[in-house]
């Protein structure tokens, strides 16, 4: 079986900290995401490893369409706020 090799920012294999940390950008993950696919397509990860990364890969895959789904709602309120006039409140109070 051919040896693990350390994934770019990891000390075995695997991506550092919390995949689900609400401080990841999406640019972040998306970056996190590519490095997981590119070490899963080098084949040098053991079979234990390349399950782990496709996990990791998979919770990656999971918060870049969270991400994505929330700036398209926040682009829908903004065209929506554009076209119907101003709002008395806040138009993104969970943000304050």
């Known amino acids: ?5 350390p994934q770019p920012g990891s000390h075995d294999g695997q991506p550092e900290g919390d ?3 609400p401080d990841l950008s999406f640019e972040d993950a ?10 899963l ?3 040098e990860l053991t079979l234990e490893a390349a399950t782990k990364l496709y996990e990791d890969g998979m919770r990656l895959v999971q918060l870049c369409g969270r991400l994505l789904s929330e700036a398209e709602l ?3 309120k903004l065209r929506e706020v554009h076209s119907t006039g101003p709002t008395d409140g806040p138009l993104f109070p969970d943000e304050e």
């Open 74 to 76: 926040k682009m829908t």
């Open 1 to 5: 079986m051919q040896s693990s090799s």
């Open 19 to 21: 995949l689900q940390a």
């Open 41 to 43: 397509e080098s084949g």
């Open 30 to 39: 998306y970056t996190r995401l590519e490095e997981t696919v590119r070490a």
